[in-house]
Antibody, heavy 120, light 106 residues
Framework: QVQLVQSGAAVKKPGASVKVSCKAS????????MHWVRQAPGQRLEWMGW????????KYSQKFQGRVTITRDTSATTAYMELSSLRSEDTAVYYC?????????????WGQGTLVIVSS | SYELTQSPSVSVSPGQTASITCSGD??????ACWYQQKPGQSPVLVIY???KRPSGIPERFSGSNSGNTATLTISGTQAMDEADYYC?????????FGGGTKLTVL
């Protein structure tokens, strides 16, 4: 069965970086894209960017351009999201989610979420 | 940038039909999908490509998309359907979410 398992919660200081991992299993990793979505406490879902796991192309939301980097390791079937220059407003749950063009780019599987707290 | 607009809240009585709308410029020309999110849980896809239901999603969930509006319809709403619902579309390699609608079943 398809599973996306994310790394554990993190507490970071303002100005630091955080790297969240998303281990995929149960499907051919390179046949799908991986997206990252975040949700601040009590707020809406916010899309950050995605990576085509097959050809490594990436696209980032303009809001996060320059601060976010999404990568993948095909041998480990793992995607990563690194966010730099953290500020308190980046406190949120970060999700990875799988998509494919054949499903209209919808997210059919999600990770369990990773809480990132930014606090001095 | 492209935007999707949802009403913040919708209320429905058990057994009745709930309609949640999502509006965006020429949204009908794109594929819309819908997610259900309950407190403390990851979102779950309930409708994709405007009207398709993933395996395991009850038949009472249906979708449509035309013009500037996509609609998620829940027929015979149950207490377990109380959740936040988000629409999503794909626009030129970017993903856009609506602001979410809180469905209350009372």
């Amino acid at each position: 069965q398809v599973q996306l398992v994310q790394s554990g919660a993190a507490v970071k200081k303002p100005g630091a970086s955080v790297k969240v991992s998303c281990k995929a299993s149960g499907y051919t990793f390179t046949d799908y894209s991986m997206h990252w979505v975040r949700q601040a406490p009590g707020q809406r879902l916010e899309w950050m960017g995605w990576i085509n796991a097959g050809n490594v192309n990436t696209k980032y939301s303009q809001k996060f351009q320059g601060r976010v980097t999404i990568t993948r390791d095909t041998s480990a079937t793992t995607a990563y999201m690194e966010l730099s220059s953290l500020r308190s407003e980046d406190t949120a749950v970060y999700y990875c989610a799988r998509s494919s063009s054949s499903s209209g780019h919808s997210f059919d599987y999600w990770g369990q979420g990773t809480l990132v707290i930014v606090s001095s | 940038s492209y935007e999707l607009t949802q009403s913040p809240s919708v209320s429905v009585s058990p057994g009745q039909t709930a309609s949640i709308t999502c509006s965006g410029d020429k949204l009908g020309d794109k594929y819309a999908c819908w997610y259900q999110q309950k407190p403390g849980q990851s979102p779950v896809l309930v409708i994709y490509q405007d009207r398709k239901r993933p395996s395991g999603i009850p038949e009472r969930f249906s979708g449509s998309n035309s013009g500037n509006t996509a609609t998620l319809t829940i027929s015979g709403t149950q207490a377990m359907d109380e959740a936040d619902y988000y629409c999503q579309a794909w626009d030129s390699s970017y993903v856009v979410f609506g602001g979410g609608t809180k469905l209350t079943v009372l």
